[in-house]
């Protein structure tokens, strides 16, 4: 039997797809998820009851895990796109239900690492079962508003490792929101592009150069999320394996950069070293490139690598200089023939009092450095 070889310059038909939409409270993301085409609901949220005369689609209440786990290919016949609302809520209800076992707890009740792995591969697990079914996968999320500088940053409600995870083997990814129309009327759009502000991704061309997609009254449009799946199905099915995993490639390295940039403590290092373990073990094409990525945020930070724990860990905290090493260090910059201003603004500094008492050599021979500059 001759095998059916698709070559790189072929396209490669595309059958189903995940969609994963993350939204603020109260924008109506589950009454959209029974737009999508023969919908079915997983109801991890408990919160199908509030779509009211919108709930189109059939609801499975999750409980518990084994509600769902075992639902056969002759079960879900039926339906032609598997709604996880929310995603949040369905990993949690992965790990309550390992938690139930006694051999995955820790002494403080807490689950162990080894188990929290296990939680994410029963997930990744079905998913890819779900798709292997030729069902469209779609990802209901909350959103959560994150602090970076002065920058406010939305992104989906979940863990650092599975959130890059869900960011990897997402098709399409939008922001939902409200946005003023010049008209001053407050509209629902779905922010498909990724920005500064949030991320995203598009392998579905939707939105046009904008990305950006306008939700209509889903009581007159009962097929909005049907009709925008295919829509995307339809351009990813006129391009070639190679085109498509450029473009999916480009925007997980720039989610990456992304994830990096909102990186605030170690623990964040430690998430983003599980999830390019992963980059790594599948080879995506950008692995170093992330790699450098989260080294030069760690360097940044001011966090070390331990090889012994396998964790990065926190800089010290900061510990000024004294008063009476701010005077000595007052009369020797005199000495030096300089004044505290120049100095504070060579070092960038407001005052000496910011100066971290472990790094007071060094602005020494810095300070010397510069007197010797000066009267070069």
Same mark, same amino acid.
């Given at each position: 039997?001759?095998?059916?070889?698709i070559?790189?310059?072929?396209?490669l038909?595309?059958?189903?797809?995940?969609?994963?939409?993350y939204?603020d409270?109260g924008?109506?993301?589950?009454?959209m998820?029974f737009t999508?085409?023969k919908?079915i609901?997983f109801?991890?949220?408990?919160?199908a009851h509030?779509?009211?005369?919108?709930?189109r689609g059939a609801v499975?209440p999750v409980?518990?895990w084994t509600?769902?786990?075992n639902?056969?290919?002759?079960?879900?016949?039926?339906?032609?796109t598997?709604?996880l609302?929310?995603?949040?809520?369905?990993?949690?209800c992965?790990?309550?239900?390992?938690?139930?076992i006694?051999n995955n707890?820790?002494?403080?009740?807490?689950?162990?690492?080894?188990a929290q792995?296990?939680a994410n591969?029963?997930?990744?697990?079905?998913?890819h079962?779900?798709?292997?079914?030729?069902?469209d996968v779609?990802f209901?999320?909350h959103?959560?508003?994150?602090?970076?500088?002065e920058?406010v940053i939305?992104r989906p409600?979940l863990?650092? /490792?599975?959130? &890059?995870?869900?960011y990897?083997?997402?098709?399409?990814?939008g922001?939902?929101t409200?946005? !003023?129309? $010049?008209e001053?009327?407050?509209?629902?759009v779905i922010?498909?592009n990724p920005?500064?502000?949030?991320?995203?991704?598009n392998?579905?061309?939707l939105g046009?150069?904008?990305g950006?997609v306008?939700v209509?009254d889903l009581k007159a449009n009962?097929?909005f999320l049907?009709?925008?799946i295919?829509?995307?199905k339809a351009?990813i099915?006129?391009?070639t394996p190679e085109?498509?995993a450029?473009?999916?490639a480009?925007?997980d390295?720039?989610n990456w950069?992304?994830?990096?940039k909102e990186?605030?403590?170690?623990?964040d290092?430690?998430q983003?070293t599980e999830s390019l373990h992963?980059?790594?073990e599948?080879k995506?094409?950008?692995?170093?490139?992330?790699?450098?990525?989260?080294?030069?945020?760690?360097?940044?930070l001011?966090?070390k690598?331990n /090889?012994?724990? &396998?964790?990065w860990?926190?800089?010290?905290e900061?510990?000024?200089i004294?008063?009476?090493q !701010?005077? $000595?260090l007052?009369?020797?910059?005199?000495?030096?023939?300089?004044?505290v201003?120049?100095v504070?603004?060579?070092?960038?500094?407001?005052?000496?009092t910011?100066?971290?008492?472990?790094?007071?050599?060094a602005v020494?021979?810095?300070?010397d450095?510069?007197?010797?500059?000066?009267l070069?």
């Amino acid at each position: 039997m001759a095998l059916n070889i698709i070559t790189a310059d072929q396209v490669l038909q595309v059958n189903a797809i995940i969609t994963y939409i993350y939204a603020d409270p109260g924008l109506g993301k589950t009454s959209m998820g029974f737009t999508a085409d023969k919908a079915i609901s997983f109801d991890f949220d408990k919160g199908a009851h509030r779509t009211g005369e919108l709930r189109r689609g059939a609801v499975v209440p999750v409980n518990k895990w084994t509600d769902v786990a075992n639902l056969t290919a002759q079960d879900l016949a039926p339906y032609n796109t598997i709604v996880l609302d929310t995603v949040g809520a369905m990993l949690e209800c992965i790990k309550s239900h390992l938690m139930s076992i006694p051999n995955n707890r820790q002494q403080d009740g807490t689950l162990k690492l080894k188990a929290q792995g296990s939680a994410n591969n029963i997930f990744k697990g079905y998913v890819h079962m779900l798709i292997g079914m030729g069902k469209d996968v779609v990802f209901i999320a909350h959103a959560s508003e994150d602090q970076n500088g002065e920058q406010v940053i939305y992104r989906p409600d979940l863990g650092g /490792k599975n959130r &890059n995870e869900l960011y990897r083997i997402a098709d399409i990814m939008g922001y939902l929101t409200t946005a !003023r129309t $010049q008209e001053g009327k407050s509209v629902r759009v779905i922010n498909f592009n990724p920005s500064s502000a949030h991320h995203a991704k598009n392998a579905g061309a939707l939105g046009g150069e904008s990305g950006e997609v306008y939700v209509p009254d889903l009581k007159a449009n009962p097929t909005f999320l049907a009709d925008m799946i295919s829509q995307a199905k339809a351009h990813i099915n006129t391009l070639t394996p190679e085109q498509l995993a450029t473009i999916k490639a480009n925007e997980d390295l720039e989610n990456w950069q992304q994830s990096c940039k909102e990186a605030e403590y170690a623990s964040d290092l430690d998430q983003l070293t599980e999830s390019l373990h992963d980059m790594v073990e599948s080879k995506h094409v950008y692995a170093e490139s992330m790699r450098q990525t989260m080294l030069l945020r760690a360097k940044e930070l001011k966090c070390k690598f331990n /090889k012994e724990s &396998n964790k990065w860990g926190n800089p010290p905290e900061f510990q000024a200089i004294s008063d009476e090493q !701010r005077d $000595q260090l007052q009369a020797f910059i005199a000495e030096r023939g300089l004044d505290v201003k120049t100095v504070c603004e060579h070092l960038g500094i407001d005052a000496l009092t910011q100066i971290d008492v472990n790094t007071l050599t060094a602005v020494q021979a810095d300070i010397d450095n510069l007197a010797k500059e000066s009267l070069a």
